[in-house]
């Protein structure tokens, strides 16, 4: 079974760095590309950063450019979220999730712009 | 990169059609066919419900169908069950740099 587990979660305080993990099993890893979903307490989806399946390409929400820095390591089929100065409103769980990629009659591309599998997140709590 | 507009809350009683809406702009929704909507019951991660603007994947009942108009986007459930009940999020590539922008939520309340 396609399987995504989140770690790296906890409390820290505003202005820490945390790292989350995400470990992939059971299929291709660096053939897709990943995304790194948050949603606070009570509140929506954010969508918060995507990297390519190569790890060449990434991309971030404007909320968390600068201060946050995704990767991967694809012979250890794992993904990675580097937080820095971490705010109290990055408070929430963070999923990582598989982008299952997009295919028409003439290319393939890492990115369908959906996700077909999620973890079950891990939380991040930021407060003094 | 503001997030895509739904409803707040949408009910219905069991048997009925309710529809979800979700309305971005021509730089989201309205220019591009990447429009997929999620499922999430309380404390659990979301599951794809559809993709790619009207695509079902395997295992998602018919009963939930989906389609765009213009920079509007739309969920159905038709003949809402029980288990329907939960919260519901429409997502779509955008041209902005951001690559990926989610809607507000919808809560759907089987009455």
């Known amino acids: 079974e396609v399987q995504l587990l989140e770690s790296g979660g906890g409390l820290v305080q505003p202005g820490a760095s945390l790292r989350l993990s995400c470990a992939a099993s059971?299929?291709?890893?660096?053939?897709?590309?990943m995304t790194w979903v948050r949603q606070a307490p009570g509140k929506g989806l954010e969508w918060v950063s995507g990297?390519?399946?190569?790890?060449?390409?990434?991309y971030y929400a404007d909320s968390v450019k600068g201060r946050f820095t995704i990767s991967r390591d694809n012979s250890k089929k794992t993904l990675y979220l580097q937080m820095n100065s971490l705010r109290a409103e990055d408070t929430a769980v963070y999923y990582c999730?598989?982008?299952?990629?997009?295919?028409?009659?003439?290319?393939?591309?890492?990115?369908?712009?959906?996700?077909?599998?999620w973890g079950k997140g891990t939380t991040v709590s930021v407060s003094s | 990169q503001s997030a895509l507009t739904q409803p707040a809350s949408v009910s219905g009683s069991p048997g009925q059609s309710i529809t979800i809406s979700c309305t971005g702009t021509s730089s989201d929704v309205g220019g591009y066919s990447f429009v997929s909507w999620y499922q999430q019951h309380p404390g659990k991660a979301p599951k794809l419900m559809i993709y790619?603007?009207?695509n079902r994947p395997s295992g998602v009942s018919s009963r939930f169908s989906a389609s765009k108009s213009g920079n509007t986007a739309s969920l159905t459930i038709s003949g809402l069950q029980s288990e329907d009940e939960a919260d519901y999020y429409c997502?779509?590539?955008?041209?902005?740099?951001?690559?990926?922008?989610f809607g507000t939520g919808t809560k759907v309340t089987v009455l």
């Open positions: 059971e299929f291709s890893f660096s053939s897709y590309a």
């Open positions: 997502s779509s590539y955008t041209s902005s740099s951001t690559l990926e922008v």
């Open positions: 990297i390519s399946g190569s790890g060449a390409d990434t």
């Open positions: 790619e603007v009207s």
């Open positions: 999730a598989k982008d299952p990629g997009y295919c028409s009659s003439t290319r393939c591309s890492d990115w369908g712009y959906y996700m077909d599998v």
